[in-house]
Protein backbone atom coordinates (compact mmCIF):
# COMPACT_ATOMS: atom_id res chain seq x y z
CA UNK A 1 0.00 0.00 0.00
CA UNK A 2 1.15 3.26 -1.66
CA UNK A 3 2.03 5.58 1.94
CA UNK A 4 4.38 8.28 0.46
CA UNK A 5 3.67 10.46 -3.08
CA UNK A 6 6.06 11.54 -5.43
CA UNK A 7 6.04 12.42 -9.44
CA UNK A 8 7.27 9.87 -11.40
CA UNK A 9 9.25 12.55 -13.89
CA UNK A 10 10.11 16.31 -13.64
CA UNK A 11 11.38 18.05 -16.54
CA UNK A 12 13.01 21.52 -16.52
CA UNK A 13 15.68 23.70 -18.33
CA UNK A 14 18.83 24.69 -17.27
CA UNK A 15 18.81 27.76 -14.66
CA UNK A 16 15.38 27.09 -13.76
CA UNK A 17 14.39 26.22 -10.27
CA UNK A 18 12.42 23.11 -9.76
CA UNK A 19 10.39 21.93 -7.37
CA UNK A 20 9.74 18.02 -6.78
CA UNK A 21 6.43 17.89 -4.51
CA UNK A 22 6.04 14.93 -2.00
CA UNK A 23 3.08 13.89 0.20
CA UNK A 24 2.49 10.93 2.75
CA UNK A 25 -0.49 9.83 4.62
CA UNK A 26 1.20 8.77 7.91
CA UNK A 27 0.12 10.45 10.65
CA UNK A 28 2.82 10.43 12.91
CA UNK A 29 5.65 10.85 10.89
CA UNK A 30 7.45 14.04 12.16
CA UNK A 31 10.74 14.61 9.46
CA UNK A 32 11.13 14.80 5.67
CA UNK A 33 14.54 13.06 4.01
CA UNK A 34 15.69 14.10 0.35
CA UNK A 35 18.34 11.67 -1.47
CA UNK A 36 19.67 12.00 -4.83
CA UNK A 37 20.27 8.74 -6.58
CA UNK A 38 22.51 8.73 -9.67
CA UNK A 39 22.10 5.44 -11.13
CA UNK A 40 24.88 3.06 -10.61
CA UNK A 41 25.77 5.29 -7.58
CA UNK A 42 25.16 5.21 -3.65
CA UNK A 43 22.46 7.37 -3.09
CA UNK A 44 23.03 10.32 -0.75
CA UNK A 45 21.05 12.63 1.57
CA UNK A 46 20.92 15.74 0.57
CA UNK A 47 18.83 18.08 3.08
CA UNK A 48 16.38 16.57 6.22
CA UNK A 49 14.23 18.17 8.64
CA UNK A 50 11.08 18.97 10.12
CA UNK A 51 11.35 22.72 9.09
CA UNK A 52 12.23 24.52 5.50
CA UNK A 53 15.73 24.39 5.52
CA UNK A 54 18.45 25.14 2.88
CA UNK A 55 21.69 23.30 1.66
CA UNK A 56 23.56 24.79 -0.71
CA UNK A 57 21.14 25.08 -3.69
CA UNK A 58 18.77 22.58 -2.40
CA UNK A 59 15.53 24.35 -0.21
CA UNK A 60 13.54 21.80 1.21
CA UNK A 61 10.04 23.17 2.46
CA UNK A 62 8.32 20.93 4.73
CA UNK A 63 4.61 20.79 6.25
CA UNK A 64 2.59 18.20 8.43
CA UNK A 65 2.28 15.97 5.48
CA UNK A 66 4.26 17.05 2.40
CA UNK A 67 7.58 18.60 1.48
CA UNK A 68 9.06 20.12 -1.48
CA UNK A 69 12.64 19.62 -2.45
CA UNK A 70 13.35 22.97 -4.45
CA UNK A 71 16.97 23.21 -6.70
CA UNK A 72 18.06 26.01 -7.91
CA UNK A 73 19.34 26.98 -11.03
CA UNK A 74 19.08 23.51 -11.95
CA UNK A 75 21.94 22.03 -14.30
CA UNK A 76 22.03 19.18 -16.35
CA UNK A 77 24.23 17.41 -13.74
CA UNK A 78 21.50 17.77 -11.80
CA UNK A 79 19.59 15.36 -13.62
CA UNK A 80 18.94 12.11 -11.66
CA UNK A 81 16.45 9.86 -9.43
CA UNK A 82 15.44 11.88 -6.18
CA UNK A 83 13.61 10.22 -3.03
CA UNK A 84 11.74 11.46 -0.64
CA UNK A 85 11.25 9.69 2.67
CA UNK A 86 10.22 9.73 6.13
CA UNK A 87 10.42 8.00 9.18
CA UNK A 88 7.90 4.71 9.34
CA UNK A 89 6.86 5.19 12.91
CA UNK A 90 7.27 7.57 15.85
CA UNK A 91 10.59 6.46 18.03
CA UNK A 92 10.87 4.15 14.84
CA UNK A 93 14.63 2.62 15.34
CA UNK A 94 15.46 3.94 11.84
CA UNK A 95 13.57 2.94 9.34
CA UNK A 96 12.44 5.22 6.24
CA UNK A 97 9.94 4.36 4.03
CA UNK A 98 10.70 5.76 0.29
CA UNK A 99 8.85 7.24 -2.45
CA UNK A 100 9.22 5.73 -5.59
CA UNK A 101 11.43 8.50 -7.06
CA UNK A 102 11.21 11.43 -9.10
CA UNK A 103 13.29 11.20 -12.32
CA UNK A 104 14.27 14.78 -13.32
CA UNK A 105 15.48 15.82 -17.15
CA UNK A 106 17.23 18.76 -17.82
CA UNK A 107 17.34 20.58 -20.69
CA UNK A 108 20.13 22.88 -22.01
CA UNK B 1 36.69 7.65 5.11
CA UNK B 2 35.67 4.83 3.21
CA UNK B 3 32.17 4.59 2.81
CA UNK B 4 29.68 1.76 2.93
CA UNK B 5 31.45 -1.01 0.26
CA UNK B 6 28.99 -3.89 -1.35
CA UNK B 7 30.40 -6.83 -3.11
CA UNK B 8 29.61 -8.17 -5.84
CA UNK B 9 29.27 -4.92 -7.87
CA UNK B 10 27.42 -7.45 -10.71
CA UNK B 11 26.06 -10.60 -10.10
CA UNK B 12 24.54 -13.14 -12.78
CA UNK B 13 22.94 -16.36 -11.63
CA UNK B 14 20.91 -18.83 -13.01
CA UNK B 15 17.58 -19.34 -11.69
CA UNK B 16 17.13 -21.70 -8.86
CA UNK B 17 20.73 -21.20 -7.88
CA UNK B 18 21.59 -19.68 -4.47
CA UNK B 19 23.17 -15.91 -4.41
CA UNK B 20 25.33 -14.08 -1.34
CA UNK B 21 25.35 -10.47 -1.20
CA UNK B 22 27.87 -9.06 0.75
CA UNK B 23 27.36 -5.15 2.40
CA UNK B 24 30.57 -3.85 4.62
CA UNK B 25 28.88 -0.87 6.82
CA UNK B 26 30.81 2.32 7.82
CA UNK B 27 33.01 1.41 10.15
CA UNK B 28 31.41 2.01 13.99
CA UNK B 29 28.03 2.22 12.42
CA UNK B 30 25.54 0.02 14.30
CA UNK B 31 22.56 0.21 11.94
CA UNK B 32 22.75 -1.65 8.56
CA UNK B 33 19.90 -1.60 6.29
CA UNK B 34 19.07 -3.72 2.92
CA UNK B 35 16.78 -2.13 0.73
CA UNK B 36 15.79 -3.33 -2.90
CA UNK B 37 15.31 -1.68 -6.10
CA UNK B 38 13.71 -3.60 -9.10
CA UNK B 39 13.20 -1.88 -12.88
CA UNK B 40 11.74 1.38 -12.78
CA UNK B 41 10.29 1.34 -9.20
CA UNK B 42 11.82 3.18 -6.13
CA UNK B 43 13.91 1.70 -3.14
CA UNK B 44 11.64 -1.14 -0.99
CA UNK B 45 13.41 -1.67 2.26
CA UNK B 46 13.82 -5.66 3.31
CA UNK B 47 15.76 -5.71 6.85
CA UNK B 48 17.02 -3.85 9.33
CA UNK B 49 19.74 -4.50 12.09
CA UNK B 50 20.64 -2.97 14.98
CA UNK B 51 23.76 -4.15 15.66
CA UNK B 52 23.83 -8.20 15.30
CA UNK B 53 20.11 -8.24 15.75
CA UNK B 54 17.46 -7.23 13.36
CA UNK B 55 14.69 -6.23 15.07
CA UNK B 56 12.88 -5.46 11.62
CA UNK B 57 12.40 -8.04 8.92
CA UNK B 58 9.12 -7.21 7.97
CA UNK B 59 10.18 -6.04 4.72
CA UNK B 60 11.43 -9.60 3.64
CA UNK B 61 9.43 -10.57 0.63
CA UNK B 62 9.52 -14.25 1.22
CA UNK B 63 11.42 -17.09 3.28
CA UNK B 64 13.66 -17.91 0.50
CA UNK B 65 15.22 -14.11 1.80
CA UNK B 66 17.62 -14.27 4.67
CA UNK B 67 20.45 -11.89 6.31
CA UNK B 68 22.78 -11.83 9.02
CA UNK B 69 25.17 -9.50 10.66
CA UNK B 70 28.13 -10.39 12.14
CA UNK B 71 29.22 -8.53 15.15
CA UNK B 72 28.57 -4.34 14.23
CA UNK B 73 29.79 -4.87 10.97
CA UNK B 74 29.90 -7.26 7.60
CA UNK B 75 26.33 -8.32 7.06
CA UNK B 76 24.90 -11.21 3.95
CA UNK B 77 22.11 -11.14 2.10
CA UNK B 78 21.10 -14.55 0.84
CA UNK B 79 18.45 -15.16 -1.65
CA UNK B 80 18.03 -19.40 -2.21
CA UNK B 81 16.39 -20.55 -5.03
CA UNK B 82 16.39 -17.45 -6.87
CA UNK B 83 13.74 -16.26 -9.65
CA UNK B 84 13.70 -13.98 -12.08
CA UNK B 85 11.71 -11.39 -10.05
CA UNK B 86 14.47 -11.43 -7.86
CA UNK B 87 16.39 -9.16 -10.22
CA UNK B 88 17.06 -5.74 -8.48
CA UNK B 89 19.66 -3.28 -7.51
CA UNK B 90 20.25 -4.63 -3.84
CA UNK B 91 21.37 -1.57 -1.44
CA UNK B 92 22.82 -1.67 1.96
CA UNK B 93 23.14 1.51 3.90
CA UNK B 94 24.64 2.52 7.43
CA UNK B 95 24.13 4.46 9.98
CA UNK B 96 25.09 5.64 13.65
CA UNK B 97 22.35 6.33 16.35
CA UNK B 98 21.04 8.83 17.34
CA UNK B 99 21.04 10.09 13.82
CA UNK B 100 19.91 6.65 12.66
CA UNK B 101 18.14 8.24 10.22
CA UNK B 102 20.79 9.77 8.05
CA UNK B 103 21.58 6.29 5.76
CA UNK B 104 24.98 6.52 3.79
CA UNK B 105 24.11 3.73 0.92
CA UNK B 106 26.58 1.51 -0.85
CA UNK B 107 26.84 1.44 -4.71
CA UNK B 108 24.54 -1.73 -4.57
CA UNK B 109 25.01 -5.09 -5.74
CA UNK B 110 23.17 -5.52 -9.46
CA UNK B 111 21.84 -9.33 -9.87
CA UNK B 112 19.91 -10.58 -12.72
CA UNK B 113 18.58 -13.90 -12.63
CA UNK B 114 17.98 -15.57 -15.98
Known amino acids: KDQVFQPSTVASSEGAVVEIFCNHSVSNAYNFFWYLHFPGCAPRLLVK?????QQGRYNMTYERFSSSLLILQVREADAAVYYCAFPCAWGSQGNLIFGKGTKLSVKP | GAGVSQSPSNKVTEKGKDVELRCDPISGHTALYWYRQRLGQGLEFLIYFQGNSAPDKSGLPSDRFSAERTGESVSTLTIQRTQQEDSAVYLC????????????FGPGTRLTVT
Open chain 2, 93 to 104: ASSLPPRTYEQY
Open chain 1, 49 to 53: GSKPS
